[in-house]
């Protein structure tokens, strides 16, 4: 019986040891290939380790800290994780986790390979973190995600009630009415048990972004509920590569936000090329103060009054001043708020500091209000304004307007991205360019340009000239007869007045792409071009269509139709007799027929 038991238990004991092993990682940094991998790290004092993931699957990375436990009180400074863009410490920085972050980090690389680093101090403490990767599926999944608004609403998993797939990332933004706050209640939850939740997670943001702002994170069997302190909120689930189980279905309603103002006091909002501020009378008026007591950092630059007061002014004007700090770019301009005319004063002096942040994919709104001299500090979101067009030639003066653009096979193609932006001290940079046959570009690529080498025999890339990166090539269509071909560029905007930045480097090999970094990234698509050949074709089909677009069944039109063609044909047939008949005469012999009668 105990041998029996012995043999029974041995499987049991095996998976245990494949699990330890698939999850624990002993050692300080390794280098991985593997699809997918979770990640057990436990570390002490003065650990400086480098954990490197590669491997040639044409996909980007997605890298979850699902748990993390920093020695006390320590800073980002001292102690963090840091997550490169790349193959190496050397690649762009993507991402920072510091004992004092606010979120479940997710990051996502922009290719196939991504590196990170754990620093711990000098504390003796024993850290403790958990983190898995995938590569990213191509498949979407579907009722995974998306926009929400309205007062109330509802949610659930991807699949559900049956069970969620694996390697699943969903972000749901609710936005209610203005002046409201969000209960969320989920009636049904049923995801992967873990003390922490390590492993499947629902994570809850107070707010539009997933940086910062947690209100909770959730797993098992449960029926959380979640409140925002405004009229957003972010849902996220993260699921990994086993044991899923229903998921859950949640509700959303809202209420009014106790004692909320009518208007917010400080408004900010950014655009590609310029920022704008307004503020409330009434608020300047709460503090002792009106519209003749405010001024930017260049007090020349004053503001329209009209039932508020509201600066709009270019982003590189007024004394804004411009930081990058690896990975985007900030404007910063303060608007100021100070009594004049008098020797003392015993008003508050108010420093109200406004940001510009351009990034990628975030969200972020942040006011708050210290106790002695009042210092507010707003920073909103934006996005550089970036297009792609075609051109005649390569002056690029005219752009072709033409959709789809028709050209002949092997024609020269003239493009040019475009940055819209007052600010004159920035740079473009083609970083990749592909090809598809498809809008969406599916799994059928082709690449022109990528890590700002020319993979195209026939690319020419231009010398770029101010907010302008230009290339040429000669047109081709892909094979087994698809009719369009579209374009997407990946495009990056760096600092002109700094050196060293990617834009400066061109053409960097694999291996050496991670030399420096850039501050913003985005892609822009154009298309379709299709060969003229196309284009014949497409007159044809749209006659024949038009033509079977026009047909009457009407059946005294259709009789009298017929009735002209038999006359029609009648003529004919008497017209080619007649001269068959003169034929005969002008030389031709005839034997007259004997007659019956």
């Not at 707010?207 to 797993?219: D, F, P, Q, R, V």
């Not at 690449?447 to 290339?471: E, M, Q, W």
């Not at 060293?500 to 822009?524: E, M, V």
């Not at 071009?529 to 009457?552: H, P, Q, W, Y």
Request: net charge neutral; aromatic share 12%.
């Amino acid at each position: 019986m105990q041998v029996l038991t012995q043999l029974l238990l041995l499987p049991l004991f095996a998976a245990l040891a494949l699990a330890e092993d698939k999850s624990g990682v002993p050692r300080c940094g390794a280098s991985f290939q593997d699809l997918n991998k979770a990640l057990k790290i436990d570390l002490n004092a003065n650990a400086n380790c480098v954990w490197q993931i590669q491997r040639n699957e044409n996909q980007t990375i997605r890298l979850i800290f699902s748990y993390f436990k920093f020695a006390p009180s320590s800073s980002c400074e001292t102690e963090s994780i840091k997550v490169y863009d790349g193959p190496s410490t050397d690649s762009p920085l993507l991402g920072q986790v510091c004992n004092d972050t606010d979120a479940v980090p997710v990051l996502q690389s922009s290719s196939d390979s991504l590196t990170f680093v754990i620093t711990t101090n000098s504390v003796d403490f024993a850290r403790s973190f958990f983190v898995y990767y995938y590569f990213s599926p191509n498949t979407k999944t579907e009722n995974c995600g998306g926009q929400l608004t309205g007062p109330n609403g509802t949610l659930t998993s991807p699949n559900y009630p049956a069970p969620y797939p694996e390697f699943t990332y969903c972000v749901w933004h609710i936005q209610a009415p203005k002046n409201l706050k969000i209960h969320l209640e989920f009636q049904d939850f049923f995801l992967e048990l873990d003390q922490n939740c390590r492993f499947d997670f629902t994570a809850v943001y107070d707010g539009l972004t997933t940086n910062t702002g947690l209100i909770g994170k959730a797993c098992g069997r449960s029926q959380p509920t979640f409140e925002s302190s405004s009229n957003v909120m972010t849902v996220v689930l993260s699921t990994d590569y086993a044991n899923s189980y229903r998921g859950f279905s949640a509700t959303y309603t809202s209420s009014p936000l106790p004692s909320s103002p009518v208007e917010p006091s400080t408004l900010l909002t950014c655009s590609s090329d310029s920022m704008k501020i307004v503020l409330n009378k009434s608020y300047l008026a709460s503090l002792g103060y009106n519209e003749t007591h405010i001024q930017v950092n260049e007090p020349s630059c004053t503001p329209v009054i009209t039932d508020a007061v509201i600066f709009s002014f270019p982003l590189a004007s007024c004394g804004t001043i411009k930081k990058d700090d690896g990975h985007s770019i900030t404007y910063t301009n303060i608007v100021s708020l100070s009594a004049t005319g008098n020797i003392i004063t015993r008003q508050k002096s108010i420093q109200i500091i406004v940001k510009c942040k351009m990034e990628n994919n975030s969200t972020l709104e942040v006011v708050y209000i210290t106790k002695d001299n009042i210092i507010q500090n707003t920073t909103a979101v934006g996005r550089y304004n970036v297009s792609m067009s075609f051109y005649d030639s390569g002056s690029f003066s005219e752009p072709i307007h033409q959709s789809p653009y028709y050209v002949d096979l092997n024609q020269t193609l003239f493009a040019q991205v475009s940055l819209h932006s007052t600010d004159p001290n920035l740079l473009v940079f083609i970083d990749s360019c592909i090809a598809s046959p498809e809008a969406d570009f599916g799994s059928l690529t082709y690449d022109l340009i990528r890590s700002g080498c020319n993979k195209d025999d026939t690319v020419v890339t231009y010398p770029p000239v101010k907010h302008y990166a230009r290339f040429k090539f000669n047109a081709f269509k892909f094979l087994q007869s698809f009719a369009s071909v579209y374009f997407q560029c990946d495009i990056l905007i760096c600092d002109s007045n700094n050196t060293n930045t990617r834009c400066t480097q061109g053409c960097i090999s694999r291996q050496k792409r991670a030399i420096s970094s850039y501050l913003w990234k985005t892609n822009t698509v154009v298309g379709p071009i299709r060969v003229k050949r196309d284009l014949r074709f497409a007159d044809r089909s749209e006659s024949l269509t038009k033509a079977e677009a026009e047909e009457s069944p009407n059946p005294q039109y259709s009789f009298y139709t017929l009735s002209l063609v038999v006359l029609i044909s009648n003529i004919i047939i008497a017209v080619v007799v007649i001269l068959k008949y003169h034929k005969h005469q002008a030389g031709y012999g005839y034997q007259k027929l004997q007659s019956s009668y």
